[in-house]
């Protein structure tokens, strides 16, 4: 099934065709979105839940100096932040890295959603995920060198492609800047530039035209110390069956 976010969902829950129809709906009509767009700014009202069906996007802060933080990164089925109409204001920024197609979901809707008591564990489940992911962003920024750190985000994001069926055996498309990168890592884009190649040199990685490739994914990770534990995606292997199921018409969400 080529839908990125029916395929990650399933990882998190045990759903029905019914329910997997469900979220075909909502998800069916994403809007393009340029690059280097905001979705939603930090203080202001947050409205609507953003779904990433194409391209990349992320969650930042800035400085009062201009410095940027990158502290997420959202790839095609995702969701950015399930609850934000919960807050008053927005404390981060949520921008597109790429050309990118979103889907804007009401809050009445997820609300729907969550009623639904199989979709809510696969969405706490993506909740979980992003803490997990959070977590492990923070031990690599604080305890990781930048080669290690760089090379555990590539391993990270390889696998969260593959499994919604985005990464090409070992290879991926890696749209963005040397910049972006600076502002995940916390480094300078000097630093980065010196890491990538680095990287290029001891044959970890290759990087041409905005595609990555890995030419041996067991050796860059171990160099990078990645387990992939924390994103959970084990016991949704046993689930891939029920992505070979079409979902049917006719069973609505209404949208708001």
């Known amino acids: 099934m080529s839908n990125p976010f029916l395929r990650k969902m399933a990882f998190g829950a045990e759903l029905t065709a019914e329910d997997l129809g469900v979220l075909a709906e ?7 979105i340029a690059a ?18 194409a391209g990349y996007a992320c969650r930042y802060k800035v400085l009062p100096d201009g410095r940027r933080q990158i502290m997420a990164i959202f790839v095609p089925g995702d969701l950015c932040d399930l609850h934000v109409q919960i807050l008053g204001e927005m404390d981060h920024s949520i921008g597109t890295l790429s050309d990118a197609m979103v889907v804007d979901i009401s809050p009445a809707t997820i609300e729907e959603l969550i009623a639904n008591p199989r979709i809510n564990r696969g969405l706490w489940w993506m909740t979980l995920v992003d803490e997990g992911t959070l977590r492990e962003w923070l031990v690599s ?32 498309d890696l749209p963005g800047t040397q910049d972006d990168l600076a502002d995940l890592m916390g480094v300078t884009p000097v630093h980065v530039n010196r890491t990538l190649a680095a990287l290029r040199e001891t044959h970890l990685v290759k990087f041409e035209r905005g595609r990555l490739t890995i030419p041996d994914v067991a050796r860059l990770r171990a160099f990078g110390g990645f387990d992939p534990n924390y994103l959970h995606l084990r016991d949704g292997r046993t689930r891939s069956n029920q992505m070979n199921e079409a979902p049917p018409t006719g069973h609505q969400v209404r949208r708001r």
């Open 26 to 32: 909502v998800s069916a009509n994403p809007r393009p």
């Open 36 to 53: 280097k767009t905001d979705l939603s700014s930090e203080g202001n009202a947050p409205t609507n839940v953003h779904l990433v069906m």
């Open 141 to 172: 920024m604080g305890q990781r060198d930048a080669a290690e750190q760089m090379a555990h985000v590539f391993c990270e994001l390889h696998l969260r492609l593959q499994s919604v069926g985005l990464a090409e055996g070992d290879s991926f």
